[in-house]
């Protein structure tokens, strides 16, 4: 009965005499390469087969791996067919200056810029704006002012960050110039403005998804920097 | 920032200025001029299009005492106001 557990190729090992003996030989493990008919008319087809497998396994593997290629040259190709084509929004090179000078303000289009300040919790500054809200039109340049004071007795070095709410709006608000992404320095007990200047692009009127959008609020939160730090700037350049 | 774990909406990319950061006015030189233009806004309701020559004296203070790089006013902006000036010249 132990027979039955042999794989299917063995069992014939079990027969007595010379017919096992045989049997037992024929089925003992060939080398996988053997062809496995012993016809010499289909010895040939079976050649012809298994070529062809190879063939089509060298495909498959090369499709495999230029799939893998494919998918790490990816990267920076999509990012280039984004900056040349400017489709999704913030990897638009170049907002030069002339289109600073040749845009024409939207004047039916109120939009109210409230503004907020942070300070990260280790950072003592009294950091606040100055105006709480200001009323621009989308291709007007515009400034506004914070002011951050060092009211401890140490120099102290702060860098900013900001964010614009609503997130989609965020694509449309341009800084010529303001105070963030690099480090400022702060003496003991002094006091500076620090002025932003901004404009709404004029495209913001024509974006359906801005249509309901009259308040944009722009937030800006300092944190401490350890001095020589080189920070990346945010963005593709 | 954006740290809302939405997978597919559209996060806030920050970017960098275009002319960069304002030098620190460490010595208030510009001040009086930043004064001004805070009172006009409050004036006027907070409203920038009435405060636009306030803003642009300010920037033109900057520039000069070298707290911002030199540029022409036309390439900040202020182009009609400078055609504004040029035509009450004219008309002198």
Known sequence: ?237 | MSTAMNFGTKSFQPRPPDKGSFPLDHFGECKAFKEKFLKCLRDNNFENTLCRNESKEYLECRMERQLMAQESLEKLGFKDLMDEKSEAKKNL
């Open chain 1, 1 to 237: 009965m132990a027979v039955l557990g042999r794989p299917p190729w063995r069992r014939l090992g079990a027969c007595w005499g010379w017919w096992g003996g045989r049997a037992a030989a024929l089925q003992q493990r060939q080398p996988p390469w053997r062809l496995k008919s012993t016809n010499p008319f289909t010895r040939e087809q079976e050649q012809e087969w298994r070529r062809r497998n190879r063939t089509v396994l060298m495909y498959v593997a090369a499709a495999a791996v230029g799939m893998i290629g494919a998918s790490y040259a990816a990267v920076p190709l999509y990012r280039l067919y984004c900056q040349t084509t400017g489709l999704g929004g913030s990897t638009v090179a170049g907002h030069a200056s002339d289109q600073i000078e040749t845009m024409v303000p939207v004047k039916d289009r109120i939009i109210k810029v409230t503004f907020n300040a942070d300070v990260h919790a280790s950072l003592h500054w009294n950091f606040r704006p100055q105006q709480t809200e200001i009323y621009v039109v989308p291709g007007e340049t515009a400034l506004a002012f914070y002011k951050a004071k060092n009211p401890t007795d140490k120099p102290v070095i702060g860098i900013s960050t900001y964010n614009v709410v609503p997130f989609a709006a965020g694509q449309y608000f341009n800084k010529i110039q303001c105070f963030c992404f690099e480090e400022q320095r702060l003496n003991p007990q002094e006091e500076v403005d620090m002025p932003i200047f901004f404009f709404i692009d004029p495209e913001f009127a024509e974006d359906p998804k801005m249509a309901k959008v009259d308040v944009i609020t722009l937030s800006y939160t300092f944190f401490e920097a350890k001095g020589g730090h080189k920070l990346p700037v945010p963005g593709y350049n």
